[in-house]
T-cell receptor
Framework: GENVEQHPSTLSVQEGDSAVIKCTYSDSASNYFPWYKQELGKGPQLIIDIRSNVGEKKDQRIAVTLNKTAKHFSLHITETQPEDSAVYFCAASPHNFNKFYFGSGTKLNVKP | GAGVSQSPSNKVTEKGKDVELRCDPISGHTALYWYRQSLGQGLEFLIYFQGNSAPDKSGLPSDRFSAERTGGSVSTLTIQRTQQEDSAVYLC?????????????FGPGTRLTVT
């Protein structure tokens, strides 16, 4: 089955700096890679996603890159703000979306 | 509009008791997922429902776990003879389903504590 690894487990940055979170996956059949933000006491919320036929996708301060050959994908947050502080999860899913495999999460702390 | 709702929000039960957790997906969403999230961990897939198709139960950790989805809407996750290791947050998500309708919307979860 699929194995998704996520690094780092914790990340502390100064407000305004950039943050990068990296994930690797093992199953070449995976072709959908979403990223979620989870705030305390709430369910995860999708913030950006990418399909395997795209190498990079950007939405304002958030971008995701995908290297299908190397089986890794990354989340980039620029100009971080204190409200970006949360736990971020990457995930991978095969083409029929019947299940999603999640990374172990990264706790991001943005210091004002 | 209304999002995914789950009930109860918290459940404390004694070891050996059965529990039922409920998920109300977004209206019109044909796909429904259950996940388990242990403290400080990622989400562990449990089960997937898509329309009237047979559910994908490959993530259920033991035969004490079962789930139903009645009428293609509300789903119930049942844990029989609960054990302390079942303590976790149980999350439900729904999506429109279909080849390009895959964005998952999560509920707030049910925190289960087995004493």
């Amino acid at each position: 089955g699929e194995n998704v690894e996520q690094h780092p487990s914790t990340l502390s940055v100064q407000e305004g700096d950039s943050a990068v979170i990296k994930c690797t996956y093992s199953d070449s059949a995976s072709n959908y890679f979403p990223w979620y933000k989870q705030e305390l006491g709430k369910g995860p919320q999708l913030i950006i996603d990418i399909r395997s036929n795209v190498g990079e996708k950007k939405d304002q301060r958030i971008a995701v890159t995908l290297n299908k050959t190397a089986k890794h994908f990354s989340l980039h947050i620029t100009e971080t703000q204190p409200e970006d502080s949360a736990v971020y999860f990457c995930a991978a899913s095969p083409h029929n979306f019947n299940k999603f495999y999640f990374g172990s999460g990264t706790k991001l702390n943005v210091k004002p | 509009g209304a999002g995914v709702s789950q009930s109860p929000s918290n459940k404390v039960t004694e070891k050996g008791k059965d529990v039922e957790l409920r998920c109300d997906p977004i209206s019109g969403h044909t796909a429904l997922y259950w996940y388990r999230q242990s403290l400080g961990q990622g989400l562990e897939f449990l089960i997937y429902f898509q329309g009237n198709s047979a559910p994908d139960k490959s993530g259920l950790p033991s035969d004490r776990f079962s789930a139903e989805r009645t009428g293609g809407s509300v789903s119930t996750l049942t844990i029989q003879r609960t054990q302390q290791e079942d303590s976790a947050v149980y999350l439900c998500a729904s999506s429109l389903g279909g080849g390009s309708q895959y964005e998952q919307y999560f509920g707030p979860g049910t925190r289960l504590t087995v004493t």
